[in-house]
């Protein structure tokens, strides 16, 4: 069964942090790339980052310096560590996985399998 559950989000204030975390099942998880886009309210899903198989990761401008995207292939979870967190950092973020396996595509469309999504609220 294809499955990826995300967790972690949460209300936070401007500036501070959150972690978020998904586990993946194992039929999409290995030899995938996985990625966090969000959606924030009113607009179209985003990409914000994605690691590939090897570990190579890419980030959307707006969040590089601040977000980390990682791995953790014994655990089948993917983490997106969110740092100096700004209100237009509002959405609901989905974790994804894409069989193609690189970095290569970040576009929502791309990607076969999605979590349930978790929210993320920054105030000011």
């Known amino acids: 069964q294809v499955q990826l559950v995300e967790s972690g989000g949460g209300l936070v204030q401007a500036g501070g942090s959150l972690r978020l975390s998904c586990v993946v099942s194992?039929?999409?998880?290995?030899?995938?790339?996985l990625a966090w886009f969000r959606q924030p309210p009113g607009k179209e899903h985003e990409f914000v980052a994605v690691?590939?198989?090897?570990?190579?990761?890419k980030y959307e401008d707006s969040v590089k310096g601040r977000f980390t995207i990682s791995r953790d292939n014994a655990k089948r979870t993917v983490y997106l560590q969110m740092n100096s967190l700004k209100p237009e950092d509002t959405a609901v973020y989905y974790c994804?996985?894409?069989?193609?396996?690189?970095?290569?595509?970040?576009?929502?469309?791309?990607?076969?399998?999605w979590g349930q999504g978790t929210q993320v609220t920054v105030s000011s």
């Open positions: 690691i590939a198989w090897s570990g190579d990761t």
């Open positions: 194992a039929n999409i998880f290995t030899n995938y790339a």
């Open positions: 994804a996985s894409d069989r193609w396996g690189g970095t290569e595509r970040t576009s929502a469309g791309q990607f076969g399998s």
